[in-house]
């Protein structure tokens, strides 16, 4: 995702839902109590997104998966000085009942009802591998990928020389534990299991 600092007044969430315009162009996200312009990708970030959502729609239709991917979605975390809308993101249909503001206002504020969130790294690789990795750790998202496809992470993160790296960080004991695929490694879901997904089809996807 690519940033640019929009309001520097520290604001909550709520009150950012109610600040959020209507039929904006661009997308909106709340850091740490700072609005977040979210102007439009690349191509190439907006194939690789594309790329993901139409393999993982296959998938749920293949197995009638009781998921859906939803066109427009705010995470609230925990805390309230954030709000996040992911790449990518699969909602578990017998959990979204649960969620009061769901219905009014394509909030989800649990993260049992999140089957699986997507990143797709862009020039501020940070929010991704610490920011969003720590708030979706905390609201106990089960799986989150970090699909990190120009290899722009930092060199603990990706490793040294950096590659196209996409990591699953998944939920165990509170923790997210982490694994990472390169190349022709499957990718390993435990939302999808069945997936048929290599690390290169999902990079390829942004050339």
């Known amino acids: 995702m690519i940033q640019a600092q929009t309001i520097q007044k520290t604001?909550?969430?709520?009150?950012?839902?109610?600040w959020y315009p209507e039929n904006s162009a661009y997308k909106y996200e709340l850091h740490n109590?700072?609005?977040?312009e979210m102007p439009?990708?690349?191509?190439?970030?907006?194939?690789?997104?594309?790329?993901?959502?139409?393999?993982?729609?296959f998938e749920i239709r293949r197995l009638q998966l009781p998921y859906s991917i939803p066109g427009d979605c705010l995470l609230k975390p925990v805390r309230n000085e954030s709000g996040y809308q992911p790449d990518v993101i699969v909602l578990d249909r017998t959990q979204v009942a649960n969620e009061p503001?769901?219905?009014?206002e394509s909030i989800i504020t649990?993260?049992?009802?999140?089957?699986l969130a997507v990143e797709v790294v862009s020039t501020n690789w940070r929010?991704?591998?610490?920011?969003?990795?720590?708030?979706?750790?905390?609201?106990?998202?089960p799986e989150y990928w970090i699909v990190d496809y120009l290899g722009l992470g930092g060199r603990k993160f990706i490793g040294n020389p950096k590659q196209p790296t996409l990591a699953v960080c998944q939920l165990v004991d509170g923790e997210y534990q982490v694994k990472?695929?390169?190349g022709i490694d499957r990718i390993e879901s435990i939302a999808f299991p069945e997936l048929q997904l290599t690390a290169e089809q999902i990079f390829r996807a942004g050339i």
């Open 127 to 141: 929010d991704d591998y610490f920011l969003k990795a720590s708030d979706y750790e905390e609201m106990g998202i």
């Open 11 to 18: 604001i909550m969430f709520d009150e950012f839902v109610v």
């Open 110 to 115: 649990m993260g049992a009802t999140v089957g």
């Open 40 to 57: 439009l990708g690349t191509g190439d970030h907006s194939d690789v997104k594309g790329f993901i959502s139409s393999e993982l729609n």
């Open 33 to 36: 109590g700072v609005i977040i």
């Open 101 to 104: 503001r769901w219905k009014k």
């Open 180 to 182: 990472q695929f390169r």
